[in-house]
């Protein structure tokens, strides 16, 4: 396999995750980031820990979570832990936000 094709395979691998999000997102009400992933997830619990030494670290739990990673076969996880020394963000969606209208109507 080339450079060339590995690069269009990565690219419709990604354009593929891209379309799974959008068709997913809506189903969700958190998105998490950790340094190594992305997540959708409708439970999350972050919980800030220290070391014995005094170094912050991160615990995260989510349920019922889809996972932004094209290496995945399978993205949706029932349950999820990551424990990480870096930051992480947690959001609420607005639902209105993704709403996608429907052509159905009519209206044109």
């Known amino acids: ?24 997102v ?12 992305f997540y959708l997830t409708n439970q999350v619990d972050l919980q ?3 070391t014995e030494t005094g170094e912050l670290y991160f615990e995260v739990t989510m349920q ?11 993205r949706f996880v029932k349950n999820v832990r990551v424990v ?8 609420e969606l607005a639902k ?3 709403e996608i209208p429907d052509d159905r109507s009519g209206g044109g």
């Not at 809506?26 to 992933?37: A, C, D, S």
């Not at 990480?84 to 959001?91: A, L, Q, S, Y």
């Open 96 to 98: 209105s936000e993704f």
């Open 26 to 37: 809506g189903l969700f009400g958190y998105v998490v980031e950790t340094e190594r992933r």
């Open 1 to 24: 396999m080339s450079s060339e094709d590995l690069e269009k395979y990565e690219a419709e691998m990604e354009l593929q995750l891209y379309r799974e999000y959008r068709d997913v």
């Open 84 to 91: 990480t020394f870096k930051d992480v963000n947690v959001e």
């Open 48 to 50: 800030p820990r220290s």
């Open 64 to 74: 019922d979570a889809w996972v932004w990673d094209m290496y995945r076969p399978a």
